[in-house]
């Protein structure tokens, strides 16, 4: 089973537009960690933020925003006035604690486009 | 830099060769993991080291695949006789500690493409 899932395959928005991405996660852990990573064309993943199960504390970074619930087990990540940097791909993963490490199981992604 | 490097960047193999992929973890990283992208898909976890010891080799996807970290720093991913599912790209990524917080920082990745 798919332990994150990224629904939203593909997403355009035209620039200025606040933009939503989505995450569902699935795990039985109580500790777990839910992180985002941006990849660009160049490809390389940029760390962007990383969550612990027990903080529902939404957290607000510049344009980016995350809303992490544990009740719908969604940790959404919404860029407010998006520009044309902002293109790249989209994951979300989870990391768990039973594992005893900290390999990352990841969404299959959202591909945002910022159209000009 | 300061960041995990990994070399070559891209690599283009005829079906049967083997390959040797290097990743150069952050100094001073104990864990090390290995991912494999494939085109239009999210990363999947292959290996991760704690220094020299393979911890979990449960993603590795057949025994083609060999991940060795001798020194507890540089590691190799090498595949034998590659086929063409084995095209993507293999992300290096290490962590200053091994625990579920710790923050991965990832290299560039190697594109390998099998012919």
């Known amino acids: 089973a798919q332990k994150v899932t990224q629904a939203q395959t593909e997403i355009s928005v035209v620039e200025k537009e606040d933009v939503t991405l989505d995450c569902v996660y699935e795990t039985r852990d109580t500790t777990y960690y839910l992180f985002w990573y941006k990849q660009p064309p160049s490809g390389e993943l940029v760390f962007l933020i990383r969550?612990?199960?027990?903080?529902?504390q939404n957290e607000i970074s510049g344009r980016y925003s995350w809303n992490f619930q544990k009740s719908t087990s969604s940790f959404n990540f919404t860029i407010t006035a998006s520009q044309v940097v902002d293109s790249a791909v989209y994951f979300c993963a989870l990391s768990e604690s039973a594992t005893g490490a900290n390999n990352l199981f990841f969404g299959t992604g959202t591909r945002l486009t910022v159209i000009p | 830099g300061a960041g995990v490097s990994q070399s070559p960047r891209y690599k283009v193999a005829k079906r049967g060769q083997d390959v040797a992929l290097r990743c150069d973890p952050i100094?001073?990283?104990?864990?090390l993991f290995w991912y494999q992208q494939a085109l239009g898909q999210g990363p999947e976890f292959l290996t991760y080291?704690?220094?020299?010891?393979?911890?979990?080799k449960s993603g590795l996807p057949s025994d083609r695949f060999f991940a060795e970290r001798p020194e507890g720093s540089v590691s190799t991913l090498k595949i034998q006789r590659t086929q063409q599912e084995d095209s993507a790209v293999y992300l290096c990524a290490s962590s200053f500690l091994l625990g579920v917080r710790d923050e991965q920082f990832f290299g560039p990745g190697t594109r390998l493409t099998v012919l």
């Open positions: 100094s001073g990283h104990v864990s």
């Open positions: 080291f704690q220094n020299e010891a393979q911890l979990d």
């Open positions: 969550r612990n199960s027990f903080d529902e």
